[in-house]
């Protein structure tokens, strides 16, 4: 069974540096990758995936994600954070050899980016 | 274009009252599920349907039921609500990962359910 491990509860940054999320994985076969955001009150938005082919994959807002398969990890990451960016983030995998198309999601991790 | 529409957006039951949430998508969508959202246990599965007349159970299953009469709605029944039910309930859909792109979800903006 596929299972996703995002292993800080929070993270926090100053506006203007780099940041990264942490996101590990477990298939029995090759995944699906994908990053969602959640802000107060709302839905979950896609943000990117991965699918094949490059290890770094860029999406939405200036965000990109590295793949990793000997490290089993799919961090997202930003180059310089902005305060809108303050929200929730789930990571989620799918697995490719699973007819069932179930998508498991991480437990979240709360970015907070002060001014 | 509506996407994923939900309801109720909020809702209070008693324990033991019974209640559906609507879930209904205009994208033509196969895949259609449901996720409950908990503090600090991010969003787990509880029903998911491949396609119409056809549903399978996810982590969660235990006091919920769903059917999927036609593509466009996937109801999630709760038959007998009970405070650990209490939980904010997201429905989301997708194309099938190999008919268009990859079946990256497309969430409704979420019923949050409060039983006593």
């Known amino acids: 069974a596929q299972s996703v491990a995002q292993p800080e509860d929070q993270v926090n940054v100053a506006e203007g540096n780099p940041l990264t999320v942490k996101c590990t994985y477990s298939?029995?076969?090759?995944?699906?990758l994908f990053w969602y955001v959640q802000y107060p009150n709302r839905g979950l938005q896609f943000l990117l995936k991965y699918i094949t082919g490059d290890n770094l994959v860029k999406g939405s807002y200036g965000f990109e994600a590295e793949f990793n398969k000997s490290q089993t990890s799919f961090h997202l990451k930003k180059p310089s954070a902005l305060v809108s960016d303050s929200a929730l983030y789930f990571c989620a995998v799918r697995d490719r050899v699973d007819s069932s198309y179930k998508l498991i999601f991480g437990s979240g991790t709360r970015l907070l980016v002060r001014p | 274009n509506a996407g994923v529409t939900q309801t109720p957006k909020f809702q209070v039951l008693k324990t033991g009252q019974s209640m559906t949430l609507q879930c209904a998508q205009d994208?033509?969508?196969?895949?259609m599920s449901w996720y409950r959202q908990d503090p600090g246990m991010g969003l787990r599965l509880i029903h998911y349907s491949v396609g119409a007349g056809i549903t399978d159970q996810g982590e969660v299953p235990n006091g919920y039921n769903v059917s999927r009469s036609t593509t466009e709605d996937f109801p999630l029944r709760l038959l007998s609500a009970a405070p650990s039910q209490t939980s904010v309930y997201f429905c989301?859909?997708?194309?099938?990962?190999?008919?268009?792109?990859?079946?990256?979800?497309?969430f409704g903006e979420g019923s949050r359910l409060t039983v006593l």
């Open positions: 989301a859909s997708s194309y099938f990962p190999g008919r268009v792109g990859t079946g990256e979800l497309f």
């Open positions: 994208m033509n969508h196969e895949y």
């Open positions: 298939v029995s076969g090759n995944p699906y």
